[in-house]
């Protein structure tokens, strides 16, 4: 058996001096790859300026700004700050003030230096790292149901007798009423004089030529009735009730005017009688009692909690997402609920992404509720 001593007397000690062409082909690539890198670095510099140091192509939006890099990054090698980004957009906060967690920089979602994209695109993973209890919604299947506004408009508004067939003047079409915002995302509000006056023009007389204000209510609604029916006995004697007496009362000469005190009283008391009859006049459309009408409260957003925009989706009937036409009470409206959005939108399908449809950045500090 042969011992370690002999073992080794079989290794030459002297192989590593030896020419090996693997060698030899492994310093020349080492030594061609450092040349290589330094040649880079330097055509960058001359050429390139500071890129050598970008990861990536900035956004589409920000193309202008692509070789201005200390409007950004107002200190070198450091993040953009946020106000670098709010000098050029007015954006409201993502998280109110006083709310915790506090409001994460621009750029923890909008992250640049990542190609030609948009940043205003965010992946569900940025919304759900902070809003644990959406973390089990991964698609729009498993949304929850939408929550709407509170439905009670204190209004009785009855869309199938307004989409009859039969109406008079003919039936009406959705966009009668509902009539797009410049920016053709939201509707207008329904406004009496725009889109019921000419149809619901109340008269304290049927003689009368002057139609009841609307939004006039109380005392100021009598004051009015009473200068309406005092300038129509002044144009017609006759309009007053009851008429003067065929002999003249004692000191009064036959030709002086009749005393309307009593007859302009149960007139107006008449014309309130009727403007104020449940299922007439002002209570044909509006909840209250004599003289005195409850406020309506119609949502201009039905759903708070997300954003809607009805201008991406004009190539769409009204009827497949509203079915009106058998509505008779306002406050049964048939919104749509979430199953509705499923046969568009989805994997495969139209956009299903959180921001689609909940505003990271709202328009408006209206919209923290």
């Known amino acids: 058996m042969k011992s370690s001593k002999d073992l080794a007397q079989r290794i030459d000690p002297g192989y590593h001096r030896r020419r090996h062409p693997l060698r030899r082909l492994r310093l020349l690539l080492s030594l061609g790859l450092v040349a290589a890198g330094g040649l880079w670095v330097a055509a960058s510099f001359a050429f390139s300026g500071e890129r050598i140091y970008v990861r990536g192509g900035v956004a589409r939006s920000h193309a202008p700004l692509a070789d201005a890099c200390d409007r950004c990054h107002v200190d070198a090698f450091a993040a953009a700050p946020d106000a670098a980004c709010l000098s050029c957009h007015e954006v409201l906060p993502h998280v109110p003030a006083g709310k915790t967690p506090p409001d994460p920089r621009c750029g923890t979602c909008h992250a640049e230096h990542g190609g030609r994209v948009r940043l205003a695109d965010v992946a569900d993973g940025h919304c759900n790292a902070c809003h644990l209890s959406h973390g089990t919604i991964t698609s729009i299947e498993d949304h929850a149901q939408f929550e709407r506004a509170p439905l ?9 007798a307004h989409l009859a067939k039969d ?3 003919g039936p009406l079409a959705c966009a009668d009423c509902h009539q797009p915002q ?49 300038r129509a006995f002044l144009e017609d004697p006759r309009l007053a009730a009851p008429p003067s007496r065929p002999n ?3 000191g009064r000469s036959p030709g002086a005017p009749p005393d309307w005190t009593d007859a302009l009283r149960a007139t107006t008391d008449a014309a ?23 406020p309506p409260e119609i949502p201009s957003n039905w759903f708070p909690k997300a954003r809607f925009d009805h201008k991406a989706h004009r190539a769409e009937p009204c009827e497949s997402c509203h079915r009106a036409q058998g509505s008779t009470d306002a406050m049964a409206v048939d919104l749509p609920g979430v199953q509705s959005c499923h046969a568009c939108h989805g994997e495969g399908k139209a956009v299903a992404t959180c921001a689609a449809c909940h505003p990271y950045h709202p328009r408006d500090a209206a919209a923290w509720r």
Do not use: M, S, Y
């Open 167 to 169: 109406l008079l003047g």
């Open 152 to 160: 009670d408009q204190h209004l009785r508004f009855n869309h199938r």
């Open 272 to 294: 309130f009688d009727a403007l104020f009859t449940p299922g007439r006049g002002c209570l044909l459309c509006h909840e209250g009692d004599r003289g005195r009408i409850v």
């Open 248 to 250: 003249a009362a004692p």
């Open 182 to 230: 410049p920016d053709a995302r939201d509707f207008g509000p329904i406004r009496f004089d725009a889109h019921c006056a000419r149809c619901h023009a109340e008269r304290l007389h049927p003689d009368l030529k002057d139609a009841v204000p609307h939004g006039v209510e109380g005392a100021r609604l009598r004051e009015w009735a009473t200068a309406a029916l005092v």
